[in-house]
């Protein structure tokens, strides 16, 4: 299958996705090792047995403060852009988050050269936030990745971009930690790793604005298979506009309700899933960090491969899960998946244990592109982008009150167990895996009633 689905090559984004998010793996990893050696400066003079935990203190922090300006500076600006996106051109929502990537990521570039203070980088998350940030840019990928698409290779399509931001990603943390420590005779640490970042953002913004060309809009089936199949997950070939001009007596009966009931329960059941991933994602790079397994630059570059490595398996997941299981059977066992491994974390103490509850994981990134998915057949294609982007706010907001709690509770915990935030999400992931099964069922039942 052709990455945009037989479209023509400027219509694809995903060299956008591509670039962006090795972009991304570049910037993280160079922003973790950053900051944990700014603190490792700043503490140098506290007694030895101390400065480890002072520093991992530091660092969570200052990653609770940078969090919250980077998730809710969207939130200003996010559905506004959107808006715009589907009233007026398709490009504002990716082009203009990349020009405040642009200028963030250019920030970090001063504070290592000019050794400005940390507290920068607030700034910088600000100014990335307002101009959209991710928020904003993957609301707008995924709907110029659902315009175009029929339903029936919907799901497909969104787990082909996901795919290629994993990808890009894995590669990206593989290069990561050589490219900040590779250089540090001739240059500070970490300027080539974000030169390199910036670089590909700025490719990104020149293809997005010069090349990218927004599809067509591909037809919708009707309300009632979207309805009836969507919830019980076997979603059917859309005919296309001959099936959609001669609807049937039935189908022009089916009410609102059950498709509206649809899109809330997708909502919530996003957000639920969203909050046990986000929990246990944040603190990983401070376990990684501290003992015993004190990782260095390269191991983190790993690390965070192995992670975007889970895209490949997930893709292969949707692709094969699909032709024989309903959609709501492949979300559970994504939210599976991703508990289990994450209960092998609590419990890591050695590298390769790290890896084998990575690999457990291999299907934890079913669940949100295939709730997308499902969204995307409930709603007319000219309000996609506001969909998504509200979709990508939920989560955000999510995220970032569950990314302040997890940090203060690793920080409380951290001498007592550091991986009991693992388990806290094992917890979570197990009631939203249990209330989904049932919630699911249950709609199924109501718009089964309805309809008839």
Same mark, same amino acid.
């Not at 009836?228 to 979603?235: D, F, I, K, S, T």
């Given at each position: 299958?052709?990455?945009?689905?037989?479209?023509?090559?400027?219509?694809?984004?995903?060299?956008?996705?591509?670039?962006?998010?090795?972009?991304?793996?570049?910037?993280?990893?160079?922003?973790?090792?950053?900051?944990?050696?700014?603190?490792?400066?700043?503490?140098?003079?506290?007694?030895?047995?101390?400065?480890?935990?002072?520093?991992?203190?530091?660092?969570?922090?200052?990653?609770?403060?940078?969090?919250?300006?980077?998730?809710?500076?969207?939130?200003?600006?996010?559905?506004?852009?959107?808006?715009?996106?589907?009233?007026?051109?398709?490009?504002?929502?990716?082009?203009?988050?990349?020009?405040?990537?642009?200028?963030?990521?250019?920030?970090?570039?001063?504070?290592?050269?000019?050794?400005?203070?940390?507290?920068?980088?607030?700034?910088?998350?600000?100014?990335?936030?307002?101009?959209?940030?991710?928020?904003?840019?993957?609301?707008?990928?995924?709907?110029?990745?659902?315009?175009?698409?029929?339903?029936?290779?919907?799901?497909?399509?969104?787990?082909?971009?996901?795919?290629?931001?994993?990808?890009?990603?894995?590669?990206?943390?593989?290069?990561?930690?050589?490219?900040?420590?590779?250089?540090?005779?001739?240059?500070?640490?970490?300027?080539?790793?974000?030169?390199?970042?910036?670089?590909?953002?700025?490719?990104?913004?020149?293809?997005?604005?010069?090349?990218?060309?927004?599809?067509?809009?591909?037809?919708?089936?009707?309300?009632?298979?979207?309805?009836?199949?969507?919830?019980?997950?076997?979603?059917?070939?859309?005919?296309?506009?001959?099936?959609?001009?001669?609807?049937?007596?039935?189908?022009?009966?089916?009410? #609102?309700?059950?498709?509206?009931?649809?899109?809330?329960?997708?909502?919530?059941?996003?957000?639920?899933?969203?909050?046990?991933?986000?929990?246990?994602?944040? #603190?990983?790079?401070?376990?990684?960090?501290?003992?015993?397994?004190?990782?260095?630059?390269?191991?983190?570059?790993?690390?965070?491969?192995?992670?975007?490595?889970?895209?490949?398996?997930?893709?292969?997941?949707?692709?094969?899960?699909?032709?024989?299981?309903?959609?709501?059977?492949?979300?559970?066992?994504?939210?599976?998946?991703?508990?289990?491994?994450?209960?092998?974390?609590?419990?890591?103490?050695?590298?390769?244990?790290?890896?084998?509850?990575?690999?457990?994981?291999?299907?934890?990134?079913?669940?949100?592109?295939?709730?997308?998915?499902?969204?995307?057949?409930?709603?007319?294609?000219?309000?996609?982008?506001?969909?998504?982007?509200?979709?990508?706010?939920?989560?955000?907001?999510?995220? #970032?009150?569950?990314?302040?709690?997890?940090?203060?509770?690793?920080?409380?915990?951290?001498?007592?167990?550091?991986?009991?935030?693992?388990?806290?999400?094992?917890?979570?992931?197990?009631?939203?895996?249990?209330?989904?099964?049932?919630?699911?069922?249950?709609?199924?039942?109501?718009?089964?009633?309805?309809?008839?």
């Amino acid at each position: 299958t052709l990455p945009g689905g037989g479209l023509p090559p400027q219509t694809w984004v995903e060299p956008v996705v591509a670039g962006s998010q090795v972009a991304s793996a570049f910037y993280d990893t160079a922003l973790l090792l950053v900051v944990k050696n700014y603190y490792n400066q700043t503490n140098s003079t506290a007694p030895s047995h101390l400065l480890q935990d002072a520093q991992q203190k530091a660092v969570s922090n200052f990653y609770i403060i940078y969090n919250l300006v980077l998730g809710l500076s969207p939130l200003v600006s996010a559905y506004g852009l959107s808006k715009l996106g589907d009233k007026v051109h398709r490009k504002i929502p990716i082009c203009l988050p990349l020009l405040g990537y642009l200028g963030s990521k250019s920030l970090l570039l001063l504070l290592i050269l000019l050794d400005w203070p940390i507290e920068v980088m607030y700034g910088a998350a600000a100014f990335n936030g307002l101009t959209g940030g991710f928020t904003t840019f993957w609301a707008g990928i995924m709907a110029l990745g659902s315009l175009g698409s029929s339903e029936s290779r919907r799901s497909l399509r969104l787990i082909i971009i996901e795919l290629v931001y994993g990808l890009a990603g894995f590669l990206g943390s593989m290069a990561s930690g050589y490219l900040f420590v590779g250089f540090s005779d001739r240059y500070r640490e970490g300027t080539v790793l974000v030169s390199c970042s910036i670089a590909c953002y700025a490719f990104c913004l020149l293809y997005s604005v010069f090349v990218l060309i927004v599809p067509k809009s591909a037809p919708s089936c009707t309300a009632k298979a979207k309805g009836v199949e969507e919830v019980g997950g076997q979603v059917p070939a859309c005919t296309g506009a001959a099936e959609s001009a001669q609807p049937s007596e039935s189908s022009s009966k089916a009410p #609102v309700t059950p498709s509206k009931l649809i899109i809330i329960i997708l909502f919530v059941a996003a957000i639920l899933y969203d909050l046990a991933v986000v929990g246990a994602m944040n #603190v990983l790079p401070l376990f990684l960090l501290r003992e015993p397994l004190s990782w260095n630059a390269v191991q983190i570059g790993y690390g965070n491969a192995a992670g975007y490595a889970i895209f490949i398996t997930s893709f292969l997941g949707v692709f094969v899960f699909s032709k024989y299981l309903r959609d709501i059977t492949m979300i559970i066992i994504g939210v599976v998946s991703f508990t289990v491994g994450v209960l092998i974390m609590a419990f890591v103490r050695w590298t390769f244990l790290f890896y084998i509850a990575r690999a457990v994981m291999l299907f934890a990134l079913i669940p949100l592109p295939t709730i997308r998915s499902m969204l995307s057949k409930h709603v007319e294609g000219s309000s996609y982008g506001k969909v998504f982007v509200l979709l990508q706010l939920s989560l955000v907001i999510t995220g #970032v009150v569950t990314s302040t709690v997890f940090n203060k509770i690793y920080q409380s915990t951290l001498n007592w167990y550091s991986g009991f935030c693992f388990i806290l999400s094992f917890l979570a992931g197990m009631v939203v895996s249990e209330g989904a099964r049932y919630v699911f069922s249950l709609l199924h039942k109501m718009v089964t009633f309805l309809i008839q």
